[in-house]
């Protein structure tokens, strides 16, 4: 039977008014991992960084990336696309960078996602044991992508379970520190004080801790991902950005000052130390340290369920990230940039193709590092992590001056705040959070060259940490070029974006 040119068309269009802003903010605070966030980032800040000012650090990048998102919102009103920064970038600044953009925006939810399935399964072995970590992992695997292929409502409707029990959890455990007051009492000036927060420059404490607090709002963006099976993309995206970025932000920067209150401003990188080591190790188990607090202030049942929520949190995670992933490659297949058969979709909306390309790659991976006897967290977790937040920052500076670029050429009713002051603040934030996990790579992705003390010396990094950190600048320049130098004009691509 002949195919209608409607029905061909249905088949590379995702299933729309399926999400809500709530629906959205579920999959985007989910991707964000609060509660792994806390456990595995907040104490490394604390004892590497400002200590007690910490959670200074997490709320000055939360309001950098809130500047971040009014450009991001306005744009998203008028663009629509799954690959909402290779279209955003594509709009402002040609169809070649945002091809550039897009094999790296790819680079950046895939490495995610296999480092939070090398955390999953080391943390599920841990606990549970009976299997390997590559066990569990495959078999989160093999649930993710199963997920993945039902209509996107569903995967919503269970991160939303999920992330709620997680928030619930950190803001009881806060809650009740904060009432108490620990120790000393609130301090608000140790953890919030400008000069508090700066304390140690940028190249040397200070740095560490904004480098491990921009790397704890990775996933925040995916926001205009799905606004085409969103109900009204132009109302529905930039609400659920401000809601999605607003929550991370108060919710880290609450919680890490429960956990500085709970421990005390003055003690609490000696306590950090305290709670965290294993043989002698300091951080060797900074899970530790919030579910030592969690303890003492409400109960060791709470301490028992955040363990058990730590895993939740990762399975939300990695399953936000294949859709984050696999709309990017439909965006790609429906552009003309990859294969067009990853533009179909199938009887539920989703993007099949797509997603099943997105495990092959995630599992071949877990496989290679799994016969090649690599760690689970200090090589899959901390390499493709470190790799991820670096190329995720790198777009959104892109993003940024796309929007500058493409509001002077198309004026509109946005006003100026929306369109160049608060891009321009947050292109400034951005790039010098960029650097800072550039210089501080070794520390967050463990790839620091030899004799070489990183929490000293920025910058030293070994060849692997070179790779990692360089690679997401090099597919931007590989996909501008074989995209600048193709024969004939990609109308595919070009009409996907400017649609």
């Known amino acids: 039977m002949a195919v209608t040119q409607n029905e061909a068309e249905s088949r590379t269009l995702l299933r729309t008014g399926r999400l809500g802003v709530i629906g959205i903010v579920f999959f985007v605070v989910a991707a964000a991992a609060p509660l792994v ?17 910490a959670p200074g650090a997490y709320l000055v990048v939360g309001i950098t990336l809130l500047f971040f998102s009014v450009g991001y919102a306005a744009m998203s009103q008028r663009v629509t696309n799954a690959g909402a920064f290779f279209a955003y970038i594509g709009r402002g600044l040609g169809t070649h960078l945002g091809v550039g953009s897009a094999l790296t925006s790819v680079l950046a939810y895939v490495a995610i996602q296999l480092a939070i399935y090398g955390f999953f399964g080391a943390v599920v072995a841990g606990q549970v044991g009976v299997l390997p970590w590559w066990g569990w992992a495959l078999l989160a695997w093999a649930i993710v992508t199963a997920l993945s292929l039902l209509s996107v409502d569903v995967g919503a409707k269970l ?247 493409f509001f002077a050429k198309n004026k509109g009713e946005e006003n100026a705040f929306q369109t160049v002051i608060a891009p321009v ?14 210089s501080r790579f070794g520390l967050l992705a463990g790839t620091v060259a030899e004799g070489v003390d990183p929490t000293v010396t920025p910058w030293g990094l070994n060849a692997l940490g070179w790779l990692l950190v360089l690679l997401p600048f090099v597919l931007v320049l590989v996909g501008f070029l074989l995209s600048r130098f193709q024969k004939t004009e990609n109308e595919a691509l070009v009409r996907d974006v400017l649609s």
Do not use: H
């Open 425 to 438: 603040i947050a292109v400034v934030g951005l790039a010098l959070g960029e650097y800072l996990l550039m």
């Open 37 to 53: 966030g806390m456990t595995g980032a907040v104490p490394v800040a604390i004892v590497l960084g400002t200590g007690a000012a």
């Open 159 to 405: 991160l939303g379970i999920l992330m709620l029990l997680e928030v619930a959890a950190l803001l009881v455990t806060a809650v009740a520190i904060l009432i108490d007051g620990g120790p000393e009492g609130l301090d608000f000036a140790a953890s919030f004080n400008p000069s508090a927060i700066l304390a140690g420059g940028l190249a040397g404490s200070a740095g560490i801790a904004f480098a491990f607090a921009f790397a704890s709002f990775i996933g925040f963006e995916a926001t205009a991902i799905y606004g085409e099976e969103s109900k009204d993309p132009k109302t529905i995206v930039p609400r659920a950005t401000y809601l999605a970025v607003g929550v991370i932000t108060v919710l880290f920067a609450v919680t890490a000052f429960a956990m500085v209150t709970g421990m005390g401003a003055s003690t609490v990188v000696d306590r950090t130390v305290e709670y965290s080591s294993i043989d002698g190790a300091p951080l060797a188990d900074p899970a530790a340290v919030l579910f030592t607090l969690a303890a003492d202030y409400v109960g060791p049942w709470m301490a028992t369920v955040m363990s058990i929520l730590v895993i939740s949190s990762l399975f939300a995670g990695l399953l936000a990230f294949q859709n984050a992933s696999g709309r990017y490659i439909f965006a790609l297949g429906r552009g003309g940039v990859l294969p067009k058969q990853f533009s179909r979709v199938n009887g539920r909306g989703a993007p099949a193709a797509a997603s099943i390309a997105t495990s092959v790659i995630t599992g071949a991976v877990i496989v290679v590092f799994a016969l090649f006897a690599l760690d689970p967290v200090t090589n899959l977790f901390f390499w493709f992590s470190g790799l991820a937040v670096v190329a995720i920052v790198l777009i959104e500076i892109l993003v940024c001056i796309a929007v500058i670029v």
